[in-house]
């Protein structure tokens, strides 16, 4: 297994634009992150997916993100709000072609703390994909070949970068055998992290520090699935078997590097989302035109984002997501 | 002063404690040996009393073991200042078993009051609530406060100066935030703001942050939050707030409503979870209504993981409401602490509370501790920067003597055996060692 590169002091910060830009580990990381979604283009548009330009504002945004505050936009006297995701855009989307995709920008203020867990940006970009009568095993199996794809390309292409990283193609040597991804349930997920003596709480979020620590375990990247409801947006389906059970998932890079993606068979009975937000606390009020287009009937679906930052920062091995942005944004730091 | 006047409430007598501090607890000194004391009546206090709280009585015993225990401990004879008083809230450690409630976003509270509050609050080292609303109506300070000026709307109102008043003066380890939400203000994410905000980071570093989530009020159960605004100000929020015209408040001022919010027992799960999943290094409080079923919501709450339940009374409320809830609609507190029974987590009454007699009333009947509401508006008003503190004085050392005279040295030793109301006599108890078989034949 290839290590994570040891944490250092002077990667705590990103240094100014010019160093950062002209600096041969920046160079190396954008070509290998413009193989990826190069590859994710390759691969979901032979897949059939038709790629749409994502919102950047709207009446609301994406709730599910945790603690993290949306930028407020004055919309013509009316407060919009940046896209945290464009996950309603993309259920809405489904009105028009049943498998979409987008390479979006996203921005969230992320709370303070994340500053430090080294894959958290407040701006950031996700392949956001989205499939109409899809259901959990079909999202996963495609979040899978995408993963799989972008991997074998950048294995394939980038060995010069990969060489001035220090990142040996032998990382990947289970991601490419051909094996299905693991997968484990969050309930599952609780009880291992019990063992390795991490306090985890069985209705929340596995945390940061316990996602890493599972993350390390693995050698391949694995999913995570069944989250329980009260831990995700409103968006995620309930299970009808299961009720508090989410189907959903996330998919965990190896070696520590933690959550690549999230996603999820998606809500899309008008009275069920309808109690869902209000379960999740929000105001049904806002999400008024999200609301009538679920009402007149939108498209059964299942999808997922992944986050190019995080998932460059995995495959060229970087100690942290910043590494991946041309301009870098942590939370809370004031930069270019 | 600024005229606030609060005629339902005993606002002299809580003016003359923001004046008189400790003090007030006693007849005048001056009266001493001139005048004969005693109680105005000979039942139930205060006279006549409806409030079933009042009403009832503080009972101390003959046989005191607690005081055995306290005397082993100290070595001497305790006294009313052995009274601990410390006591968790919420999460939070409090040197009283007070904490300051909402005052929402009704007029009274914006503004200076508010700060002057937020800063004898955080000097005594008490929680206190900031209440719903606060943001989509006086703005926020990193968006419209003090900065930018200008705005009209009593920029120094905000949330984000009450926080620093309060984190600037909060004594080391003790006390903590809790910021309200309602439906509406989360709109304006209230919460995500807080816990993404430098001004906060004090706090949520010493776990001195918490947030509330307001499923009802006091003073108009089953109603959401109601303000009188102007013209101007109506416009500027109705796409977030409910704004009625024809309601007649006159001088051209409009009403402006929030939303109550729809529950059930999923949904208020679900929402405790949610909160808990987001802000992990937040304290999670639950404001519930005086409903008549306030025990079913209090247990999910706790079940749910909420650090603090609070009851507020159908007595309480610091802001504008209609007329008929006030006498009309709700349980009273001493009915919800009844519905609520032994309390499965951390139990806050709020509801006419200014005086050390009714807190333990309250203390005895199940809260850990109690809010005080229009009392703290009022001596604040009195006095801002000493009015609320002397109040908390006197209220501490009405607290340590009527938790001594019952033979107990802590506000969580209190219980049903310190209280007695009229009508519900309980059957004169034996004393343990008297009770014979004999006896029960």
Not at chain 1, 152 to 157: G, I
Request: charged letters at 20%; hydrophobic letters at 40%; glycine letters at 12%.
């Amino acid at each position: 297994m290839t290590q994570m590169h040891t944490p250092d002091a002077t990667l705590a910060l990103p240094p100014a634009p010019r160093a950062h830009l002209t600096s041969p580990v920046t160079r190396a990381v954008l070509r290998i992150q413009n193989q990826i979604t190069v590859a994710a283009r390759e691969f979901l548009g032979a897949a059939g997916f038709v790629e749409l330009f994502p919102p950047i504002i709207g009446p609301v945004t994406d709730p599910g993100a945790r603690g993290a505050k949306q930028v407020d936009v004055d919309y013509y006297g009316h407060k919009y709000k940046l896209m945290t995701s464009a996950i309603l855009y993309k259920q809405a989307s489904l009105l028009a072609f049943d498998k979409i995709f987008y390479i979006a920008p996203n921005v969230r203020l992320e709370p303070l703390e994340t500053s430090s867990t080294s894959r958290h940006l407040a701006e950031f970009h996700q392949i956001d994909v989205e499939m109409a009568g899809a259901s959990r095993a079909q999202i996963t199996h495609i979040a899978e070949g995408l993963v799989t794809h972008a991997v074998r390309r950048v294995v394939a292409t980038m060995s010069d970068e990969l060489a001035t990283l220090g990142r040996s193609p032998r990382a990947f040597a289970a991601v490419l055998d051909e094996q299905p991804f693991g997968r484990m349930t969050h309930y599952d997920a609780v009880l291992d992290l019990h063992e390795l003596g991490h306090p985890q709480s069985p209705d929340a979020e596995i945390d940061w520090a316990g996602e890493r620590l599972l993350s390390a375990q693995h050698t391949r990247p694995f999913f995570i699935t069944d989250y329980p409801k009260g831990s995700r947006g409103f968006y995620d389906r309930e299970s009808r078997r299961h009720p508090g059970c989410l189907r959903n998932f996330d998919l965990i890079a190896p070696e520590g590097y933690g959550e690549l993606c999230s996603g999820s068979e998606r809500e899309y009975d008008y009275a069920r989302i309808v109690t869902r937000i209000r379960e999740t606390g929000e105001n049904p009020a806002k999400y008024r035109w999200y609301l009538e287009l679920a009402r007149e009937g939108i498209p059964a679906s299942a999808g997922f984002g992944l986050g190019v930052e995080r998932f460059t920062r995995y495959v060229a091995g970087l100690h942290s997501a910043w590494q991946a942005s041309a301009y870098p944004k942590l939370p809370g730091v004031v930069s270019p | 002063m600024t005229g606030l006047h609060a005629p339902a409430f005993p606002e002299d007598a809580v003016r003359e404690r923001a004046r008189l501090g400790a003090a007030a607890a006693f007849p005048p000194a001056a009266d001493y040996g001139h005048t004969l004391f005693g109680a105005s009546t000979g039942g139930a206090s205060p006279a006549g009393s409806a409030d079933l709280i009042d009403a009832a009585r503080l009972v101390p015993p003959v046989f005191m073991p607690q005081r055995l225990e306290k005397l082993i401990d100290l070595g001497r004879e305790p006294v009313y200042s052995d009274v601990d008083l410390h006591t968790a809230i919420g999460g939070f450690r409090s040197p009283l078993p007070v904490f300051l409630c909402a005052f929402g976003s009704t007029q009274v509270a914006s503004g200076d009051l508010g700060v002057a509050v937020s800063r004898t609050a955080g000097r005594a080292g008490i929680p206190m609530v900031i209440g719903e609303n606060v943001v989509p109506m006086n703005g926020y300070g990193r968006a419209g406060g003090r900065d930018s000026g200008g705005d009209g709307r009593g920029a120094d109102g905000v949330l984000l100066d009450r926080l620093r008043a309060y984190a600037e003066h909060a004594p080391d380890g003790l006390g903590g935030v809790v910021v309200q939400q309602s439906t509406e203000d989360a709109d304006a994410e209230v919460w995500n703001l807080a816990y993404s905000d430098p001004a906060a980071t004090t706090l949520l570093d010493s776990g001195r942050l918490a947030f509330e989530l307001k499923v009802g009020q006091g003073a108009k159960p089953g109603l959401g939050g109601m303000t009188v605004v102007s013209g101007a100000t109506a416009a500027a929020v109705a796409e977030q707030y409910t704004v009625d015209g024809s309601v007649g408040c006159g001088s051209g001022r409009v009403l402006r409503c929030s939303s109550p919010g729809t529950f059930t027992d999923e949904i208020l799960r679900q929402q405790i979870r949610l909160m808990r999943n987001n802000f992990p290094r937040a304290r999670i409080w639950v404001k519930l209504a005086p409903a008549r079923d306030i025990g079913g919501g209090a247990a999910v709450a706790w079940a749910a993981g909420a650090d603090a339940v609070t009851v507020d009374g159908a007595e309480g409320g610091t802001g504008w409401a209609p007329t008929g809830f006030l006498d009309h609609v709700g349980l009273p507190l001493a009915e919800c602490l009844r519905r609520i029974g032994p309390a499965a987590g951390c139990l806050l009454a709020s509801g006419q509370m200014w005086a050390g007699p009714r807190a333990v009333k309250a203390l005895a009947m199940g809260a850990t501790a109690i809010g005080l509401g229009r009392a703290a508006l009022i001596a604040a008003d009195e006095d801002a920067e000493h009015g609320l503190y002397r109040l908390l004085e006197c209220l501490a050392l009405e607290l340590q003597l009527l938790i001594s005279a019952l033979g107990k040295y802590s506000p969580a030793a209190l219980n049903g055996e310190d209280i007695w109301s009229p009508g519900h006599a309980e059957p004169a108890a034996e004393p343990k060692g008297a009770q014979t078989h004999e006896h029960h034949r």
